[in-house]
């Protein structure tokens, strides 16, 4: 994940994100890309859908899930 998730990085920092939220959201990202096991730029719609749903049938919070 390494050259995305510079990019993340980078357009993070751009929109000033606080260092919290950039981790959380490359915890996120990295559980995504666990769970479908591919790079994140083979994944699309379809996948991120299938997570999310993973998420709901394991109880996740809606707030959680927003999240996500």
Same mark, same amino acid.
């Given at each position: /994940?390494?050259? #995305?998730?510079? +990019? /993340?990085?980078? *357009?993070?920092? #751009? *929109? %000033?994100?606080? +260092? *919290?939220?950039?981790?959380?959201? $490359?915890? @996120? /990202?990295?559980?995504? &890309?666990? @769970? %479908?096991? +591919? !790079?994140?730029?083979?994944?699309?719609?379809?996948?991120?859908?299938?997570? $999310?749903?993973?998420?709901? +049938?394991?109880?996740?919070?809606? !707030?959680?899930?927003?999240? &996500?």
């Amino acid at each position: /994940m390494g050259e #995305l998730s510079n +990019k /993340m990085l980078q *357009r993070m920092g #751009l *929109r %000033n994100f606080s +260092k *919290r939220t950039i981790q959380i959201y $490359l915890f @996120h /990202m990295k559980r995504f &890309v666990a @769970h %479908n096991g +591919k !790079s994140p730029d083979l994944l699309g719609k379809e996948e991120i859908e299938g997570y $999310l749903y993973s998420l709901y +049938k394991q109880k996740a919070s809606g !707030s959680g899930i927003a999240q &996500v």
